[in-house]
Nanobody
Framework: QLQASGGGLVQAGGSLRLSCAGSGRSFSGGTMGWFRQPPGNEREFVVAISWDGGMISYAHSVKGRFTISRDKAKNIWSLQMNSLKPEDTAVYYC????????????????????WGQGTQVTVSS
């Protein structure tokens, strides 16, 4: 089970940090990531990281502004979002898969086995 937290309302240019806590199982050897669903749009890839840290993949739209990290001991992964823009407004979902994915497959929703409940991020202009 995954529990996401940290969403909220922030002005453009501000920062937020999202966290996802996994419980009930370890994702050792797997991949963790974040997706988002803007209003009226489909869920889209944001970022992913492999358990060993050897694979990190960012969507072009967030590269240089967002940073993913993970705490293997606590089974938590976080998303630091800086320089937020109104177009970052969305419900953010954390995800985890039991396989170590490569860059291309890490960006596919179907590659993930577990999903969090979503947390709202709203960026005002």
């Amino acid at each position: 089970q995954l529990q996401a937290s940290g969403g909220g309302l922030v002005q453009a240019g501000g920062s937020l940090r999202l966290s996802c806590a996994g419980s009930g199982r370890s994702f050792s050897g797997g991949t963790m990531g974040w997706f988002r669903q803007p209003p009226g749009n489909e869920r889209e890839f944001v970022v992913a990281i492999s358990w060993d840290g050897g694979m990190i993949s960012y969507a072009h739209s967030v590269k240089g502004r967002f940073t993913i990290s993970r705490d293997k001991a606590k089974n938590i992964w976080s998303l630091q979002m800086n320089s937020l823009k109104p177009e970052d407004t969305a419900v953010y979902y954390c995800a985890a898969g039991s396989r170590r994915l490569i860059t291309s497959t890490s960006q596919m929703r179907d590659s993930y086995d577990y999903w969090g409940q979503g947390t709202q991020v709203t960026v005002s202009s």
